[in-house]
């Protein structure tokens, strides 16, 4: 069965940086756009980054844009996303989902928090 | 802000028929783009509930239902149980935005 396994959360100051990563199994990794989908505590969820199957396009909401980068290796079936300069609002649960407007699998998430 | 609208709350005794609305633009649900809900659980990630507006992947109940018109959609549960009680989520694609965009969620209360 599919199964995607977020990690790399954890607390970061302001101003930081942090990098996530998605492992992914039970489907042909190389045959899927994946995307990063995150969750304010208590809020609703917030689209923020897209990646085709290739690697090769990739797609930001304006709220990451410049700050936050989505890459994967797909012959190691990873999804990773890496966040610079890390704001108090950039705090949520980050997800992983296989699709890119249709999201049909999610792992489990992992939590950042941005404090000093 | 969320870029489509939908009810904070909505409640039913069990047995009811809940109907959990999502209100978008020309840009998103108007433009004819699909609409597809969530259902996040307590404590858990969201899971994929109805697909392409009114499909249901594997394994959903056939209580749950979807429908769009205009540039708005609809869930409804029928026979509504304590297991139902969660949060929902629509989501669709917007074409100004060129990414997708959520609803803020609708916590379904069983009384």
């Known amino acids: 069965q599919v199964q995607l396994v977020e990690s790399g959360g954890g607390l970061v100051k302001p101003g930081g940086a942090l990098r996530l990563t998605c492992g992914a199994s039970g489907f042909t990794f190389s045959d899927y756009y994946m995307s990063w989908i995150r969750q304010a505590p208590g809020k609703g969820l917030e689209w923020i980054s897209d990646?085709?199957?290739?690697?090769?396009?990739?797609k930001y909401a304006d709220s990451v844009k410049g700050r936050f980068t989505i890459s994967r290796d797909n012959p190691k079936n990873s999804l990773f996303l890496q966040m610079n300069s890390l704001r108090a609002e950039d705090t949520a649960v980050y997800y992983c989902?296989?699709?890119?407007?249709?999201?049909?699998?999610w792992g489990q998430g992992t939590l950042v928090i941005v404090s000093s | 802000q969320s870029v489509l609208t939908q009810p904070p709350s909505v409640s039913g005794a069990p047995g009811q028929r809940v109907i959990v609305s999502c209100t978008g633009s020309?840009?998103?649900?108007?433009?004819?783009?699909?609409v597809h809900w969530y259902q996040q659980l307590p404590g858990t990630a969201p899971k994929l509930l109805i697909y392409?507006?009114?499909n249901r992947p594997s394994g959903v109940p056939d209580r749950f239902s979807g429908s769009k018109s205009g540039t708005s959609a609809s869930l409804a549960i029928t026979g509504l149980q304590a297991e139902d009680e969660a949060d929902y989520f629509c989501?669709?694609?917007?074409?100004?935005?060129?990414?997708?965009?959520f609803g803020g969620g609708t916590k379904v209360t069983v009384l």
């Open positions: 990646i085709r199957s290739s690697g090769s396009f990739r």
């Open positions: 020309r840009s998103n649900i108007g433009a004819g783009y699909d």
């Open positions: 989501q669709s694609y917007d074409g100004s935005l060129s990414g997708s965009v």
């Open positions: 989902a296989r699709g890119d407007s249709l999201f049909d699998n």
């Open positions: 392409g507006d009114s």
